[in-house]
Every structure is written in structure tokens, then in C-alpha cells.
């Protein structure tokens, strides 16, 4: 079996805005010897569960190494010797809250020397920010020239999927079958700029967001339903109307896009403690962000999720592994519709584990093998192979996955 872990990353410390942490400026902290051994030690210090101070203490610990090699190092060896990564970058130079000590650029540059050093076994993705005046000729480069696999976005840092700032982007991944991850759970990284009374207008549906607090805000440019706006032309078309002077609306339909974390654990549980009422529609359907990622999977045949981090909380796995079983057994009988989406859904979702995170639950390689073991081999290897193989498919170096 090759093993692919499809959502993985490698920045440091110095990849991050100084100001990410208000109550801890990262300049001072990447210079002072007294805050590198809290670093080190703040999951030891602050273990609560699932306390977002314990997400932010984790993330800080994992990432201060002194280059990306040294991270990629440690999540390579607790794989068996074939296991492939796809290793997503992130740009927050345009989230407000200060410049990260080494420029995004560099951050790529270090990857691509990365990649030619461990060639098939490393996938960068280079990330694509709407505001980054030179996303679209540095998204070409670096998988044009650099080796680079896919795209990641990432839209809690302040801008929506469907931007037409992308779009050029967009028909350069359609025409290659470039793969495209969206970080879509609500997390520790968001945008901090002021929220605007235009800000609070989504682009689409005129709908007005009242949250005070940003962290809160900005789940809102990360809702899975937005992909909805991006790949019906229709509803893209009212976006054209308001922002593009009424352009005609592209066909992306066939982007093939992964929301990454399956819109994270904790939609899984409001899917699980929010009952059935016969006499309602649709509940608990599309009253969380797990159901609204399902329901894009059996509309559109490109649209994939993974269970990065997700999967560090074992309260989820019953529910992933009956998932794939009911896929399993409908691509074995009589297609109903209601098969036909079973068996679709078993097959776009991917491994990953979004290694900064699950390091806070377990050890990365007790939380594969637990979920491995719990799901069973078969369907480990739908996940952890055949998917991703669809997935990463492209037609520029479609070499490295084999």
C-alpha cells in the first residue's frame, strides 16, 4: 500500500505574522530564549481538552523548528518508507496582523528546494490569496517551473472562494486538472482586519453578519456554502452582476477542489446530538457545515473532503466508518440514487491528518494506526490510497503520483 497523507504542512515560526497572538508579539517572542522554552512546553502547561488556548499552544510548539525540512522530518518518519505528502503552504501576509520575519516567497522557495531533494515523496501546494497582487503568475511558476503539485486556499484569512481575483487561477486548474485544497473549519488562523459595514454584506446573498468578534466573522468567507456560489453558474452570475459589471459568469463546475477537515469535528458533533423531526425539512440536514459538504459531494463529481485533524477526535470514527461500509455495499448492488451518492461519497474523501494539530490528541502515528484499526484495511486504503491517486491526478507532473 502507498500511503498519501493528503493535508500536511511545513512552515515555522517565521512563516507567521508577528501579531497573530495579541497577548504575544512573535518578534519578541522568536528572540527571547524564556519564550522558546514556553513554546516548547505551553501543551504540557495547558492541557484542556479541546480548549482553543490548547490548539494555540500546540500550533506554536510544533512550528518553532529552525527550517521546514526539520518539520517535514519529523511527520515523514512516522510513515512507512513510500508514504507520499502533500505539504500546504500558507500565506498570512494579508490577514492584518503584521509581516512574518520570512517573506511568503521565501516560504515557497525553501519548499521547491525541498521538493528536489525529496522528489515523489514531497507534493507542494502553493496557497493562493485573492489580495496577493501576484497570485496568478506565482501560482503558474511555482507548478509550472517549480515542481509544485496544487493550489491551497484559505478564506477565514479574509476573502471568499469565489473571488474573481482567482478566477484566472481557476481555468489555469481546470485546463491542468490541478488539484485545489480549501482549509474549511472554523480554527486558530483568521483574518484580524477590521470588520467594515461593506465586509458584513456577503457578496451573493445580501445576507448581514452581525458578529463583534472576528474569529467569529470570518467563519462566514469560510462556510462550505460558498462553493455553491463559485461552481453554479447561476449563482456565480449574481456575483458577476454586483462586482465584474455584469461579465458573463465562467463555468467552474469542473473544478476539482477538496474542502479540507470535512468542515471540522465539532460540525461533526452538531450532525450527531441534533435530532430528526419527521415533520421538519431536512434536519438535522444543512444545519452544519458537515451536511453542507456532504450534500456538494453528491451534486458535484469533483468535489472531495479530507478528515485532517478531524480524525483526532475518536468520537468521529463510527460515523466515517459507517460512511464508507454503506459506499462499500452500494457499489456492490443495484444503484439507486441514494446508492450512487453512498458509493460517491466513499470515494472523496482523503487521508490527511493536518500534522500541527493532532500532534496536541496523540502521536501521529498511534492516531493512523487507531483509525486504521477501527475502520478496517479496505477501507483505510480507499481513503489513504485510491482517492488521493484520483485526486492528485494532474496533467504537468502527474509522474509523482503513482
Same mark, same amino acid.
Given at each position: ?105 521565501? *516560504?515557497? %522557495? ?10 515523489? !515523496? ?40 469565489? =473571488? ?53 466573522? /470570518? ?37 476539482? !477542489? ?6 471540522? =469535528?465539532? +460540525? &461533526? ?6 435530532? &430528526? ?11 452544519? &457545515? ?6 456538494? !459531494? ?15 477526535? +475518536? ?9 464508507? %461500509? ?8 443495484? !444503484? /439507486?440514487? +441514494? ?20 500532534? *496536541? ?20 486504503? *480507499?481513503?489513504?490510497? #485510491? ?7 494532474? #496533467? ?7
Amino acid at each position: 500500500m502507498n500511503i498519501y497523507n493528503c493535508h500536511t504542512h511545513s512552515f515555522t515560526l517565521d512563516h507567521v505574522p508577528n501579531r497573530l497572538f495579541k497577548v504575544l508579539p512573535l518578534n519578541f517572542a522568536r528572540k527571547t530564549g524564556f519564550f522558546k522554552w514556553l513554546m516548547k512546553n505551553l501543551p504540557r502547561i495547558f492541557k484542556r481538552g479541546n480548549d482553543i488556548l490548547d490548539r494555540y499552544a500546540s500550533l506554536l510548539a510544533l512550528i518553532n523548528e529552525k527550517n521546514q525540512e526539520e518539520v517535514f522530518e519529523k511527520v515523514l518518519n512516522s510513515y512507512p518508507k513510500g508514504t507520499k505528502f502533500v505539504s500546504l503552504t500558507m500565506d498570512m501576509e494579508h490577514m492584518s496582523a503584521g509581516k512574518p520575519a520570512v517573506p511568503f516567497i521565501n *516560504q515557497l %522557495e525553501e519548499l521547491a528546494a525541498l521538493k528536489k531533494k525529496y522528489k515523489d !515523496i514531497l507534493l507542494p501546494f502553493v496557497c493562493a490569496d485573492a489580495r496577493n497582487e501576484n497570485v496568478t503568475e506565482l501560482v503558474k511558476n511555482f507548478i509550472l517551473n517549480k515542481g509544485f503539485h496544487g493550489i491551497k486556499l484559505y478564506p477565514a484569512l479574509g476573502y471568499y472562494v469565489f =473571488d474573481y481575483r482567482l478566477h484566472e487561477i481557476y481555468h489555469f486548474a481546470i485546463e491542468n486538472n490541478i488539484p485545489i485544497i480549501a482549509h474549511c473549519a472554523k480554527g486558530v488562523i483568521y483574518d484580524r482586519a477590521k470588520i467594515t459595514d461593506t465586509a458584513r454584506i456577503h457578496p451573493v446573498t445580501g445576507q448581514i453578519f452581525n458578529e463583534k468578534k472576528k474569529r467569529n466573522f /470570518t467563519t462566514h468567507y469560510g462556510d462550505p456554502i460558498n462553493l455553491e456560489y463559485l461552481l453554479n453558474t447561476h449563482k456565480l452570475q449574481i456575483y458577476m452582476d454586483k462586482f465584474c459589471n455584469g461579465a458573463k459568469a465562467p463555468d467552474f463546475s469542473k473544478l476539482k !477542489i477538496c474542502l479540507a477537515h470535512f468542515g471540522g =469535528d465539532d +460540525e &461533526w458533533g452538531k450532525y450527531l446530538n441534533t435530532p &430528526w423531526n419527521p415533520l421538519a425539512n431536512n434536519l438535522p440536514e444543512n444545519t452544519n &457545515w458537515f451536511s453542507e459538504i456532504r450534500d456538494l !459531494i453528491y451534486k458535484y463529481d469533483n468535489v472531495y473532503s479530507d478528515i485532517s485533524f478531524s480524525l483526532a477526535n +475518536e468520537k468521529i470514527f463510527p460515523l466515517l466508518k459507517i460512511m464508507l %461500509e454503506e459506499g462499500r455495499i452500494a457499489a456492490n448492488g443495484n !444503484i /439507486t440514487e +441514494e446508492e450512487k451518492n453512498k458509493k460517491k461519497l466513499r470515494e472523496r474523501i482523503l487521508f490527511g491528518t493536518d500534522y500541527f494539530l493532532v500532534e *496536541q490528541k496523540s502521536t501521529e502515528r498511534n492516531l493512523v494506526v487507531n483509525l486504521r484499526a477501527f475502520i478496517s484495511d479496505r477501507n483505510f486504503i *480507499q481513503i489513504a490510497e #485510491k482517492n488521493p491517486k484520483e485526486f492528485l491526478s494532474n #496533467k504537468i507532473n502527474n509522474k509523482f503520483v503513482v
